[in-house]
């Protein structure tokens, strides 16, 4: 039997990015300086066009400061994260 995991909640994680740009008092502008990423890109990620790639959200975590994991850990809301393994 196949086991599958909760769907991701993408509207959160975006929610989250326009949460921190906005406490920054950052306009797309200023946020794709600091992160080396297009305007267009944070433009369709904010608005729900786009997921983006592991290196654009990477790209996104060093540019607001936040550690990536802190920024993943909404894509497990509605449901527990998985447990970290031990060893």
């Not at 990620?45 to 290196?55: A, D, F, M, P, S």
């Not at 654009?56 to 527990?80: I, K, Q, R, V």
Request: aromatic share 6%; with cysteine.
């Amino acid at each position: 039997m196949t086991i599958f995991p909760p769907d991701p909640d993408f509207e959160a994680l975006r929610l989250e990015l326009a949460r921190l740009r906005a406490a920054r008092g950052w306009s797309y502008d200023e946020l794709a300086d600091r992160s080396g990423l297009a305007r267009r890109t944070l433009i369709e990620i904010e608005q729900g066009r786009t997921i983006g790639t592991l290196k654009t959200w990477h790209a996104l975590a060093h540019a607001l400061s936040t550690p990536l994991d802190d920024l993943f850990a909404n894509l497990c809301n509605g449901h527990e994260p998985p447990e970290k393994a031990d060893g």
